[in-house]
């Protein structure tokens, strides 16, 4: 695990971005894991601006996003797509019928459609680069503490905690959703790079645990430890509880240095 710690969230989304234009510039027919939350909406400006500013092109770019409300109708401002549409492809030239969110209908089998949505991964050629950010427990996506760490795509009951956290977003008469189609912890393990962006004091515990605590479903995020290009990336307030920060620059400044004689090199 690469641990990355920058001044501020601006920074961390420049980071992102950078990741993401390198690998939609450089391959053919890129695949992006993408995520909803608070804290890519940030990177998603940046590659809007990219995108006017020099051309960064999302043409042959396909998605699968990590998650999406159960039995939620897409054109709901709450759904995940409406996010999605409203921070980045409506703003950039992806093709639509190239971006893919784990919807499942009431009137629809949600373990056929987690199938479904694995088989639509294996289709596209396997995630490039996924794109996380962690909840407050340690979840990614929506794999809730105890989630199997090989889970594949399919339904989940969200925390009660997760229910608060995100309730923020909801207005008192609307209804939240307490159940999700989420893209399994063992789905994300398969992406080639995994990229967790964290910022903010309140995640700074779940950081730890994920960077520094047990391999532990408790904790779904640690699940990251076992994966062969996880970079994480953190503000100073979301890295506040590391120990270990010092080592973390130091490595960074390292990592740099052989980046620069070497070049970069990305197995996408
Ligand atoms: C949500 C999403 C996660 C997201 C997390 C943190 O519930 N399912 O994918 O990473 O919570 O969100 P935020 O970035 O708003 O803190």
């Not at 990590?66 to 950039?92: G, K, T």
């Not at 996380?132 to 339904?155: C, D, M, W």
């Not at 999700?180 to 515990?205: C, F, P, Q």
């Amino acid at each position: 695990m690469q641990v990355i710690i920058f001044d501020d969230a601006e920074q961390v989304a420049e980071h992102a971005a950078q990741w993401v234009s390198e690998l939609v510039e450089n391959k053919t027919n890129p695949v992006l894991g993408l995520a909803t939350g608070s804290t890519p909406i940030s990177l998603y400006k940046k590659l809007v601006e990219r995108h006017n500013e020099q051309g960064l092109s999302f043409k042959n770019v396909s998605s699968f996003n990590l998650d999406e409300y159960h039995n939620i109708d897409p054109a709901n401002p709450q759904s995940y797509r409406s996010f999605m549409n409203d921070n980045l492809f409506s703003h950039v030239d992806i093709d639509v019928a190239n971006t893919h969110l784990p919807t499942c209908t009431s009137e629809q089998n949600p373990r056929e459609q987690g199938l479904n949505y694995e088989q639509a991964i294996k289709d596209a050629g396997g995630i490039d680069l996924q794109i996380l950010g962690i909840g407050a427990n340690g979840h990614i996506g929506f794999n809730e503490p105890t989630s199997s760490l090989v889970s594949k795509t399919r339904i989940k009951t969200l925390t009660e905690q997760t229910i608060k956290d995100n309730s923020r977003l909801f207005k008192a008469d609307e209804h939240q959703p307490d159940m999700a189609m989420t893209m399994g912890i063992g789905t994300i393990m398969d992406s080639r790079y995994v990229l967790l962006m964290a910022t903010g004091e309140n995640k700074a515990d779940a950081v730890n645990d994920m960077v520094t605590g047990a391999l532990s479903a408790m904790c779904p995020a640690s699940a990251l430890q076992m994966h062969e290009n996880a970079i994480v990336i953190l503000d100073k307030a979301a890295a506040s509880k590391l120990e270990d920060k010092g080592y973390y620059q130091w490595a960074d400044k390292q990592n740099n240095k052989l980046n620069q004689q070497y070049g970069l090199y990305h197995n996408y």
